[in-house]
């Protein structure tokens, strides 16, 4: 009986079992409940369920340049650890060289798991952590006067014959991730209307990645694709592309880049401290100038319930729900698409270079 109480446990957080009573969650997993009606998780009732760890674990799943981003975030992790008054450490997956986690759905599962306790997410990332692994938004990079954005552009060649969405019909059009908002929800959503319709009259390949859409665009490998502007402008800074090899034929309204989250089942205390950290911190120019910040040196509030509704919106349009069969079948295809990479790092130097 005691074993099989263990593995129930273990299979089920504490948060779950308290879950059971729940009145209303909404969107969230059985796992959650919301009864503020706030659209994240609720803490959990009971104090015997909060979690106070000595050590946190923080992550951060980039779209370009991951396996450099561990190191670029060192000093910001150090600034944490003496602000919290507790050891900040960059998750990393096991074996015998870890790496950082591959793409959103590990990231998810890890903060799902318990593993995770800090975690940035993309957009599309953001709602289905939310959803299905308990995250609560609470930050956003910006500057004093507005939170960090972005828009969805669809760029080609700049010596191609396409200058409008017409010319595309038949071609080859790089989508990134099934649930990427920038990269698939958003060309779902909004492309139909304007007389080009995904799988219909273009034919959709999954890149894995914005900054691999944008390469293979160069590359000629795609047609075209739909990319987030910020990721775009980060690579112009880094002198990974030129602006000249471009053209922007469309761009989408604004839409968040995504949201620092936390575990809900933290104790108060801790929650409270780690917000306050991150508002009172100001990003070094060394910083921003490494993650390509541009003008943003500092974080913003989160609202979910708030700033995340047109990416809701995006996704009820495009009848891509951020629920379980859409993450399992997201998770197969990051899987796949990772496996791509790897092929391609090991028959394309240059890449290789580039990353």
């Not at 760029?155 to 990134?176: E, N, P």
């Amino acid at each position: 009986m005691l074993l099989c109480l263990a593995l129930l446990t273990a299979h089920f957080p504490p948060s779950a079992w308290a879950a059971n009573n729940c009145n209303f969650r909404g969107s969230l997993d059985d796992a959650y409940c919301d009864e503020d009606r706030n659209m994240v998780a609720d803490s959990p009732s009971d104090p015997k369920n909060w979690r106070d760890p000595s050590t946190l674990i923080f992550a951060f799943n980039p779209a370009d340049d991951r396996l450099n981003y561990r190191i670029r975030v060192r000093p910001f992790l150090e600034y944490l650890s003496q602000c919290i008054g507790r050891r900040v450490i960059y998750y990393r997956q096991g074996g015998l060289f870890p790496e950082p986690i591959p793409g959103n759905t590990a990231q998810i599962e890890a903060m799902r798991s318990g593993r995770l306790h800090i975690s940035g997410f993309t957009t599309g990332g953001t709602a289905f952590a939310v959803n299905l692994a308990g995250a609560v938004p609470f930050a956003i990079p910006g500057t004093e006067t507005a939170f960090q954005s972005y828009r969805v552009m669809l760029i080609v060649k700049s010596d191609s014959t396409y200058r409008a969405l017409s010319d595309l019909k038949g071609r080859t059009i790089a989508h990134t991730t099934q649930t990427s908002n920038s990269g698939n929800l958003v060309p779902r959503a909004f492309f139909p209307a304007l007389g080009l319709s995904p799988d219909k009259d273009y034919r959709v390949t999954y890149s894995g990645g914005i900054s691999w859409s944008i390469l293979g665009t160069k590359s000629g490998e795609f047609d075209a694709a739909p990319v987030a502007s910020n990721i775009f402008e980060r690579m112009l800074m880094r002198h990974q592309i030129r602006r000249e090899d471009f053209r922007v034929i469309w761009q989408s309204v604004p839409f968040p880049t995504g949201a620092f989250t936390l575990s809900h089942d933290l104790s108060p205390e801790l929650t409270r401290s780690i917000r306050q950290c991150f508002l009172d911190y100001r990003f070094p120019e060394q910083l921003r100038r490494e993650l390509a910040l541009g003008e943003n040196d500092r974080f913003w509030p989160a609202d979910y319930a708030q700033h995340w509704a047109p990416v809701r919106a995006v996704a009820d349009s495009a009848n891509a729900p951020y629920n379980r069969a859409a993450f399992n079948q997201e998770s197969r295809r990051e899987l796949e698409a990772e496996q791509r990479r790897k092929q391609r790092d090991q028959t394309q130097p240059v890449t290789q270079q580039r990353r």
